[in-house]
């Protein structure tokens, strides 16, 4: 049943959610223009029917291993009644209406979203209500956690860590999801990357695993790539293989290129003009000092950089309309990260880096469901997409969530929190 007790349905006047639902919200979540659809499930969609009131059916132009893959697929995909946004227009994303164990009640801008208990939901919470506070500042988050003013914080910032790990009124739990700490794409849309000598001498005058060990010691995993460690495809000899840290062989690949310094600056130039390579970055912890590391580096190695640090927002906007530039992100670690940054459709051919064959094992590996089916797909997609240098992985971290001692039976989170499941019910003692 929707939640009820709203606009669109007055308390005690929902309705079941049916097929024809489950058609309007996929065909919307396809079609609506600057909708962020997963690569892996737009290459394939075709369409979507229902065959009656309770069978819905997805056609595909193949076979998607990711479909309900956390992040990928549909998982994302809300299911919510036409009539809910014809009603309410564009405010249905202020006054959301679902049918999971809780119920929207407000959303203040900059201060919370509050959700109470959906008493008709076919397993009774035992939560009353939920409060999401949105606190910036991670450092404040955790100390609102300490004062008893939360009881979750979503993540613990890596100095904050000590402090919960060895505090028996907490608990601190370890996603385990081993997501990219750090790497910088190269936008071939500049020519100066397209060379992929140059490419190759920025990646060796950068140490980046241990840049990601300074600035998160107690969540850095070593590693490159982006299928981080115990994913499908990780090659636990990248870094020895692409990324060795090796600023001589940096300067000597440079020279070969017939860069000098000739203006004796430390930096090298060529035609009269000095090797500048443009960096962009967020403005959130800790990315400014993991770039400014890597700017450090760049010029003892005699190459110069004009690093940007800018808003999350404009970062966005950068990122998705062409930056034309070596642009610093984050995530895409876990399962299908691959697939949705370098497959068909992916984030990479908007830094015009269209690889067909690590497109095509990509594709494969999207369509297979068993990890070791993928396994030697993504690690052959890696080796086109590392030994090319067209991005240079940093390392790989971990990350954490922590929770007050009065917490019980909560189900963990990755991509989702799992607070009411078939096989936890989290509550909260006094």
């Excluded at 679902?98 to 979203?113: C, Q």
Aim: overall charge negative; proline content about 6%.
């Amino acid at each position: 049943m929707f939640h009820d007790g709203n606009e669109v349905f007055p308390e005690g006047q929902s309705r079941e959610v049916v097929a024809d639902d489950v058609v309007y919200s996929i065909e919307r979540f396809v079609n609506t223009e600057g909708a962020a659809v997963p690569s892996d499930f737009i290459a394939v969609y075709k369409s979507v029917e229902a065959i009656d009131d309770y069978t819905v059916q997805l056609n595909l132009s193949a076979p998607d291993g990711l479909l309900f893959a956390g992040g990928r697929g549909i998982s994302s995909a809300a299911i919510y009644p036409r009539e809910a946004v014809e009603q309410l227009g564009a405010e249905f994303s202020n006054h959301p209406i679902g049918t999971g164990p809780f119920e929207f009640v407000e959303f203040v801008p900059d201060d919370r979203v509050v959700l109470r208990r959906n008493e008709d939901y076919y397993i009774t919470p035992y939560l009353d209500e939920v409060i999401f506070q949105i606190i910036p500042d991670t450092s404040v988050e955790a100390l609102a956690l300490e004062a008893g003013e939360v009881d979750m914080i979503h993540t613990v910032s890596d100095l904050d860590i000590p402090r919960f790990r060895d505090n028996p009124e907490f608990t601190l739990y370890d996603q385990q999801i081993y997501w990219s700490a750090a790497f910088l794409v190269f936008d071939l849309n500049v020519e100066l990357f397209q060379n992929q000598d140059l490419r190759k001498a920025v990646a060796l005058a950068i140490d980046g695993n241990n840049i990601i060990r300074a600035v998160y010691p107690q969540t850095a995993v070593d590693g490159c790539g982006m299928a981080g460690p115990g994913w499908p495809g990780y090659d636990p000899e990248l870094c020895s293989k692409y990324f060795y840290y090796d600023p001589e062989e940096s300067r000597a690949i440079l020279e070969g290129l017939g860069y000098t310094d000739s203006n004796n600056n430390g930096i090298y130039d060529k035609d009269g003009e000095d090797l500048i390579i443009p960096i962009e970055g967020w403005n959130l912890p800790e990315m400014p000092r993991v770039l400014e590391a890597v700017v450090s580096q760049l010029n003892a190695a005699g190459i110069g950089t004009d690093l940007e640090i800018v808003e999350f927002g404009t970062w966005i906007d950068d990122y998705t309309r062409g930056p034309k530039k070596l642009m610093a992100s984050s995530g895409f670690g876990g399962y299908g990260g691959m697939v949705s940054y370098w497959g068909p459709g992916g984030y990479g051919e908007g830094f015009g880096i269209v690889l067909e064959d690590a497109q095509a094992l990509l594709a494969e590996a999207a369509t297979l469901v068993n990890p070791e089916d993928t396994d030697p797909l993504i690690y052959q997609a890696q080796q086109i997409v590392f030994g090319g240098y067209y991005a240079i992985p940093l390392g790989f971290q971990t990350g954490y969530a922590a929770y007050s001692s009065r917490v019980h039976d909560f189900g963990g989170m990755y991509w989702w929190m799992n607070l009411v499941t078939d096989r936890n019910n989290t509550w909260v003692s006094d």
